[in-house]
């Protein structure tokens, strides 16, 4: 499974769903927008917003873990 998550080091979203991913020993990469400003247009050109975090699971995009908490740990621990 595929996992890529953009992020800033001041969201408690993005902070939250690493923590879930790191207790559930799931590999991700990350994209911080704040220390590389070009993933912010990345993630622009990919979903036409801007918004972290901004999840891909196997190129499903989700935004924002809290509010799809439930779907994203049911794809990621079944």
Do not use: W
């Not at 559930?24 to 990919?46: G, K």
């Amino acid at each position: 499974m595929n996992v890529e998550v953009y992020t800033t080091p001041t969201c408690e979203d993005c902070r939250n769903f690493k923590k879930f991913l790191n207790e559930n020993q799931i590999a991700y990469t990350e994209f911080s927008i704040a220390d590389h400003p070009d993933h912010a247009d990345e993630l622009f050109n990919r979903t036409g917003k801007r918004l972290v975090p901004t999840i891909f699971i196997d190129n499903e995009v989700f935004f924002g873990f809290v509010f799809n908490r439930e779907v994203i740990e049911k794809k990621l621990l079944s």
